[in-house]
């Protein structure tokens, strides 16, 4: 019944080591995110996927490339983890002309 | 840019208080503004939102009105419970296919 769900829900890794996080909504939404919580909980939007077509990638390090391989799935790839990617990973969706985003419950990525 | 300012916090309140938490934005558009309620350990679940001037979201007892003269949508309840005791993000988001852009969040604790 979950709407929006990750995995993995917890995430602890060394640096350096290549890890994905996976997305997937059971909403029939068209339109998936990944947004960023750093440790003072502020979000910031990484990513935003259109039916499997890439229309928003902010400043991100080109070591996170996200990968949709239909419009109910939007991973998450990150190669060479460094300390400052720690973080909660927040996956969502919407549908296409609807700003009202539904979120996952976040996975906590921890790298040693 | 667009931005969202919330009021700092944590924000301490005793069981059966009046909680006001201040949110101003700045956009371009006419942007249509929510807030986000996020419990410990979970992801963000939409509280509720509003999407032209004057609206008023309301959900669970708790409100917002849209305020473009101020660009404010400040949230209000008036009798908070323990278990409102959360992280209050306030958002906006352009028209079309635009993300959301999230304050950095309030925290609210409320004790018995």
């Known amino acids: 019944d979950t709407a929006v769900s990750q995995t993995p829900k917890y995430l602890v890794t060394q640096m350096g080591n290549d890890k994905s996080i996976k997305c997937e909504q059971n909403?029939?939404?068209?339109?998936m995110y990944w947004y960023k919580q750093d440790s003072k909980k502020f979000l910031k939007i990484m990513f935003s996927?259109?039916?499997?077509?890439?229309?928003i990638n902010e400043t991100v390090p080109n070591r996170f490339s996200p990968k949709s391989p239909d419009k109910a799935h939007l991973n998450l790839h990150i190669n060479s983890l460094e300390l400052g990617d720690s973080a909660v990973y927040f996956c969502?969706?919407?549908?296409?002309?609807?700003?009202?985003?539904?979120f996952g419950p976040g996975t906590r990525l921890t790298v040693l | 840019g667009d931005s969202v300012t919330q009021m700092e916090g944590p924000v301490t309140l005793s069981e059966e208080a009046f909680l006001t938490i201040n949110c101003t934005y700045t956009?371009?558009?006419?942007?249509?503004l929510f807030w986000y309620v996020q419990y410990p350990g979970e992801g963000l679940q939409l509280l509720l939102k509003?999407?032209?001037?004057?609206d008023k979201g309301s959900n669970k007892g708790f409100e917002a009105t849209y305020r473009k003269e101020t660009t404010s949508f400040h949230l209000e309840k008036g009798s908070v419970q323990v278990s409102d005791s959360a992280v209050y993000f306030c958002?906006?988001?352009?028209?079309?296919?635009?993300?959301?852009?999230f304050g950095k969040g309030t925290m609210l604790l409320v004790s018995p």
């Open positions: 969502a969706s919407s549908q296409a002309r609807s700003n009202e985003q539904f």
């Open positions: 909403l029939g939404h068209d339109t």
């Open positions: 996927y259109n039916n499997k077509e890439l229309i």
């Open positions: 956009a371009t558009g006419y942007p249509s």
């Open positions: 509003a999407t032209k001037a004057d």
């Open positions: 958002a906006l988001s352009d028209q079309g296919y635009s993300t959301l852009t």
